[in-house]
């Protein structure tokens, strides 16, 4: 059963680099035909989608975050990874890592990591 | 960007009750639309995909409908458990945008 992880630091400085990591368990990051996502959502707040990547590396961005977001895969852990850059308060949120399912699902998000809160501070 | 608009953005109501919670995108969306489902502190869950089609293992009482710029969730007779954050999500074009979401509350 695929299951997923995120990890990285919970606080990060104003102005500087947010860095994540899902690691992908029970399953190949690899497999043909499947995206990977971030989700984000500010305390009290809704979800906002980030971006997703294909296997191949293709990535869509949200436009609001496109200047400041990559995402990447690295295949020989098993994991793929959110940065943004020059982070404000507005970035506090919890990320979630998660599966959109393009192959039988039309996209939708069916496997959700527990989600990481990272708050923006000096 | 395709916005997506829920309404209502909180609804009242009692276990047992019938709700309808609406979803219109700013464009035609065909069927790419997705429910979730929210528990507090929780990651969301995926009721509903393809407007319509229910979720495996998700309780038969959520069903979806509708197509192009119009969709419903209906939660038929309420359970204790239900009382949560529903959101919409359509994944016809990027960014795949979510809806501000509904909180069911108890009467």
């Known amino acids: 059963q695929l299951q997923l992880q995120e990890s990285g630091p919970g606080l990060v400085k104003p102005s500087e680099t947010l860095s994540l990591t899902c690691t992908v368990s029970?399953?190949?990051?690899?497999?043909?035909?499947?995206?990977w996502g971030w989700v984000r959502q500010p305390p009290g707040k809704g979800l906002e989608w980030i971006g997703t990547?294909?296997?191949?590396?293709?990535?869509d961005y949200s436009p609001s975050l496109k200047s400041r977001v990559t995402i990447s895969v690295d295949r020989s852990k098993n994991q793929f990874s959110l940065k943004l850059s020059s982070v404000t308060a507005a970035d506090t949120a919890v990320y979630y890592c998660?599966?959109?399912?393009?192959?039988?699902?039309?996209?939708?998000?069916?496997?959700w990591g527990q989600g990481t809160m990272v708050t923006v501070s000096s | 960007d395709i916005q997506m608009t829920q309404s209502p953005s909180f609804l009242s109501a009692s276990v047992g009750d019938s709700v309808t919670i609406t979803c219109r995108a700013s464009?035609?969306?065909?069927?790419?639309l997705n429910w979730y489902q929210q528990k507090p502190g929780k990651a969301p869950e995926l009721l509903i995909y393809?407007?319509?089609s229910l979720q495996s293992g998700v309780p038969s009482r959520f069903s979806g409908g509708g197509s192009g710029t119009g969709f419903t969730l209906t939660i038929s007779s309420l359970q204790p458990e239900d009382f949560v954050t529903y959101y919409c999500?359509?994944?016809?074009?990027?960014?795949?945008?979510f809806g501000q979401g509904t909180k069911v509350e108890i009467k």
């Open positions: 029970g399953g190949s990051i690899s497999s043909s035909s499947y995206y």
């Open positions: 990547i294909y296997y191949t590396g293709s990535t």
């Open positions: 998660a599966r959109p399912d393009t192959v039988t699902l039309q996209g939708a998000f069916d496997i």
């Open positions: 999500q359509q994944t016809y074009s990027p960014p795949r945008t």
């Open positions: 464009q035609s969306i065909s069927n790419y």
């Open positions: 393809a407007a319509s």
